[in-house]
């Protein structure tokens, strides 16, 4: 496995951790103008909870700055959004690029050939190594964790139409297959508007 393939499983276990560690304790009111709907297979859901959470760190001296929205409902589903920009990029302070992200990993044809991937290649003693933007859609539905990235999805996509860092809120689509462990797919797509966050 190479350092790329690893450096983006690990940033997943990563954010998957600190967005089950904010969803709940951040504030839970939205403003009227706040809007998330999503459909699984075709079925129109509604959410009764949306966090966002905006954070940055450092990988091999590059700035990383993650923004995970996560929205949920009565049924015990769970949607988990993160799009992530490098400082090679030049994203907004406390925001992110507006742009579309590929959601997907194809293995075979590396990251650097995936749709709407802005990579940089790191040389010296990284060289080998690939930073990526790019998306990761997760669901949460029966208890079972359903992810964007797995070998052979080739078509998904999060669209960032709107981002306001100075208010801190967020606007976009979604359009992916997510999968389970045991292969189990299904068909996410939504839209989302004025989604405030927290920059931790």
Not at 24 to 33: H, M, P
Not at 100 to 110: I, N, R, V
Not at 117 to 123: S, Y
Not at 125 to 152: H, K, R, W
Request: one cysteine or more; a negative charge; aromatic letters at 10%.
């Amino acid at each position: 496995m190479n350092e790329s393939v690893k450096l983006r499983i690990l940033s997943l276990v990563f954010i998957l951790t600190m967005s089950g560690m904010f969803t709940f304790c951040s504030d839970n009111t939205t403003e009227e103008s706040t809007h998330f709907v999503y459909s699984a297979d075709r079925i129109t859901k509604s959410v009764q909870t949306i966090t966002g959470l905006l954070q940055t760190k450092v990988e091999y001296s590059h700035k990383q700055q993650s923004l995970t929205i996560s929205a949920s409902n009565s049924f015990s589903e769970m949607v988990t959004i993160t799009v992530t920009n490098w400082d090679f990029q030049n994203p907004p302070e406390n925001g992110v690029l507006e742009k579309k992200y590929d959601a997907t990993y194809d293995a075979e044809l590396g990251e650097n050939q995936s749709p709407y991937v802005e990579c940089i290649d790191l040389t010296g003693p990284n060289q080998g190594t690939s930073l990526c933007d790019g998306a990761v859609v997760t669901f949460t539905m029966d208890g079972e964790l359903y992810t964007s990235i797995f070998i052979g999805n080739e078509d998904g996509t999060v669209t960032i139409s709107e981002s306001d860092p100075v208010n801190k809120s967020i606007s976009g689509s979604f359009d992916v297959h997510v999968q389970q462990s045991i292969g189990k797919k299904v068909k996410l797509s939504g839209t989302f508007t004025n989604v405030k966050y927290t920059v931790f």
